[in-house]
């Protein structure tokens, strides 16, 4: 079983709307979870790191938030641009190790 | 700015070499990782490497496996009989780590192609 979940699979919405990304794990013991950016093709990118006690985190016009009761988290992109178009992936760290569990991302797709 | 580095971009290999897939991590950082991507799939934790040895593996990090931190500058990990379900895009990892949460900065991924 998949313990990070992401939705929905893909998304396609035009430059300059709005949109949020949504990430549910059951990874516990939870330490902290990230969201990252990956284009096709290259590694991928750090957007926002998260505590266990943080409920929201921001990164220019991403915006993170964390429910760790619900253990769900989401990823809201503002004005978005061509070149946000990419995979966001929900990344989960388990407590007490490095290991991190990466979801299988949601496909962004930005057209003029 | 700084960023990690992998050499080669696309390697092709037949099933049954060895393999050697080579990073630079980020001069300052102090842990080292490196993760896999079969084509269509999520990104796969191989091994993290701190202090010249292995922290944490996972259980697809077998005994065909094995990193190393040669010269103090190069992280490379090695596959030592390839098969063809190691076809994958490899990603290297490093981070600070003086203070946790670290951001795990990545490398733009080695190609590895078994035929």
């Known amino acids: 079983k998949n313990q990070v979940e992401q939705s929905p699979q893909s998304l396609i919405i035009l430059e300059g709307k709005n949109c949020t990304l949504q990430c549910n794990y059951t990874v516990s013991p939870f330490s902290n979870l990230r969201w990252y950016k990956q284009d096709t093709g290259r590694g991928p990118v750090s957007l926002t790191i998260m505590t266990f006690s943080e409920n929201t985190k921001s990164n220019g016009r991403y915006t993170a938030t964390l429910d760790a009761d619900t253990k769900q988290s989401s990823l809201h992109i503002t004005a978005s641009q061509l070149s946000d178009s990419a995979s966001y992936i929900c990344v989960v760290n388990y407590f007490g190790n490095e290991k991190l569990t990466f979801g299988t991302g949601t496909r962004l797709t930005i057209i003029p | 700015e700084p960023e990690v580095t992998q050499t080669p971009s696309h390697q092709v290999t037949q099933m049954g070499q060895e393999v050697i897939l080579r990073c630079v991590p980020i001069s300052n950082h102090l842990y080292f990782y490196w993760y896999r991507q079969i084509l269509g799939q999520k990104v796969e934790f191989l091994v993290s490497f701190y202090n010249n040895e292995i922290s944490e593996k996972s259980e697809i990090f077998d005994d065909q496996f094995s990193v190393e931190r040669p010269d103090g500058s190069n992280f490379t990990l090695k596959i030592r009989s390839t098969k063809l379900e190691d076809s994958a895009m490899y990603f290297c990892?490093?981070?600070?780590?003086?203070?946790?949460?670290?951001?795990?900065?990545f490398g733009p991924g080695t190609r590895l192609t078994v035929l």
């Open positions: 990892a490093s981070s600070v780590a003086a203070l946790r949460p670290d951001t795990q900065y």
